[in-house]
Protein backbone atom coordinates (compact mmCIF):
# COMPACT_ATOMS: atom_id res chain seq x y z
CA UNK A 1 0.00 0.00 0.00
CA UNK A 2 1.81 3.10 -0.78
CA UNK A 3 -0.03 6.85 0.33
CA UNK A 4 0.82 10.29 -0.98
CA UNK A 5 -1.07 12.67 0.43
CA UNK A 6 -4.62 12.48 0.32
CA UNK A 7 -4.23 9.88 -2.37
CA UNK A 8 -4.12 5.79 -1.31
CA UNK A 9 -2.80 3.72 -3.63
CA UNK A 10 -3.77 0.07 -2.95
CA UNK A 11 -2.98 -3.50 -4.52
CA UNK A 12 -5.45 -5.34 -5.98
CA UNK A 13 -5.80 -9.18 -7.44
CA UNK A 14 -7.06 -8.09 -10.52
CA UNK A 15 -8.59 -5.24 -12.67
CA UNK A 16 -12.23 -5.75 -12.18
CA UNK A 17 -14.29 -6.00 -15.44
CA UNK A 18 -16.18 -3.21 -17.23
CA UNK A 19 -13.88 -0.23 -16.55
CA UNK A 20 -13.44 2.85 -18.77
CA UNK A 21 -10.39 4.02 -19.45
CA UNK A 22 -9.26 7.26 -19.36
CA UNK A 23 -6.99 9.19 -21.94
CA UNK A 24 -3.45 10.53 -20.76
CA UNK A 25 -1.39 13.24 -22.70
CA UNK A 26 2.21 12.56 -23.58
CA UNK A 27 2.17 9.36 -21.09
CA UNK A 28 1.51 11.74 -18.18
CA UNK A 29 -1.15 10.14 -15.80
CA UNK A 30 -2.87 12.46 -13.47
CA UNK A 31 -4.16 10.04 -10.23
CA UNK A 32 -5.19 13.36 -8.05
CA UNK A 33 -5.50 17.55 -8.99
CA UNK A 34 -4.82 19.73 -5.56
CA UNK A 35 -7.59 21.56 -4.96
CA UNK A 36 -6.07 24.06 -2.86
CA UNK A 37 -2.61 24.32 -4.77
CA UNK A 38 -3.48 23.41 -8.13
CA UNK A 39 -0.32 20.61 -7.93
CA UNK A 40 -1.14 17.23 -9.34
CA UNK A 41 0.03 13.82 -8.25
CA UNK A 42 1.24 12.33 -11.40
CA UNK A 43 3.05 9.69 -13.11
CA UNK A 44 4.81 10.72 -16.41
CA UNK A 45 5.64 6.90 -17.60
CA UNK A 46 5.17 4.45 -20.27
CA UNK A 47 2.78 1.51 -19.69
CA UNK A 48 0.85 3.02 -16.98
CA UNK A 49 -2.75 3.50 -17.16
CA UNK A 50 -5.56 5.12 -15.17
CA UNK A 51 -9.43 3.55 -15.29
CA UNK A 52 -12.54 4.16 -13.82
CA UNK A 53 -15.15 2.53 -13.00
CA UNK A 54 -18.67 4.33 -13.53
CA UNK A 55 -20.90 2.45 -11.74
CA UNK A 56 -19.17 2.88 -8.50
CA UNK A 57 -17.51 6.18 -8.80
CA UNK A 58 -13.96 4.24 -8.23
CA UNK A 59 -10.44 4.45 -10.20
CA UNK A 60 -8.02 1.92 -10.75
CA UNK A 61 -4.03 2.20 -11.96
CA UNK A 62 -2.35 -0.45 -14.49
CA UNK A 63 1.60 -0.23 -14.23
CA UNK A 64 2.74 -2.61 -16.77
CA UNK A 65 6.34 -3.46 -17.34
CA UNK A 66 9.25 -4.30 -15.44
CA UNK A 67 10.30 -1.28 -13.88
CA UNK A 68 8.45 0.73 -11.19
CA UNK A 69 6.38 3.92 -11.99
CA UNK A 70 7.56 7.43 -10.36
CA UNK A 71 4.67 9.04 -8.72
CA UNK A 72 5.24 12.37 -8.16
CA UNK A 73 4.02 15.99 -6.57
CA UNK A 74 5.92 19.06 -5.85
CA UNK A 75 5.04 18.75 -2.12
CA UNK A 76 5.64 15.42 -0.85
CA UNK A 77 8.46 12.52 -2.08
CA UNK A 78 8.33 10.44 -4.84
CA UNK A 79 7.12 7.09 -4.54
CA UNK A 80 8.13 4.25 -6.55
CA UNK A 81 5.28 2.18 -7.91
CA UNK A 82 6.05 -1.23 -8.62
CA UNK A 83 4.12 -2.89 -11.91
CA UNK A 84 0.93 -4.60 -11.04
CA UNK A 85 -2.72 -3.42 -10.29
CA UNK A 86 -4.15 -1.07 -8.17
CA UNK A 87 -7.45 0.96 -6.21
CA UNK A 88 -6.70 4.64 -6.45
CA UNK A 89 -8.45 5.87 -3.13
CA UNK A 90 -8.55 10.04 -2.03
CA UNK A 91 -9.42 10.28 1.65
CA UNK A 92 -12.13 12.01 2.62
CA UNK A 93 -13.02 14.44 5.91
CA UNK A 94 -16.43 13.69 7.65
CA UNK A 95 -18.62 16.59 8.34
CA UNK A 96 -22.00 15.84 10.62
CA UNK A 97 -23.49 17.36 7.42
CA UNK A 98 -21.34 15.31 4.86
CA UNK A 99 -18.53 13.74 3.51
CA UNK A 100 -15.84 15.47 1.26
CA UNK A 101 -12.64 14.99 -0.10
CA UNK A 102 -9.70 15.72 1.27
CA UNK A 103 -7.92 19.04 -0.35
CA UNK A 104 -4.01 18.81 -0.87
Aim: hydrophobic residues 40%.
Amino acid sequence: MFRQGDVLIVPIERMPCGLQRLACANDCVVLAYGEATGHAHAITAAGVALFRDPEREAMFMQVAGASPAALEHPEHGTIHIPPGDYRIIRQREYFPDANRIVED
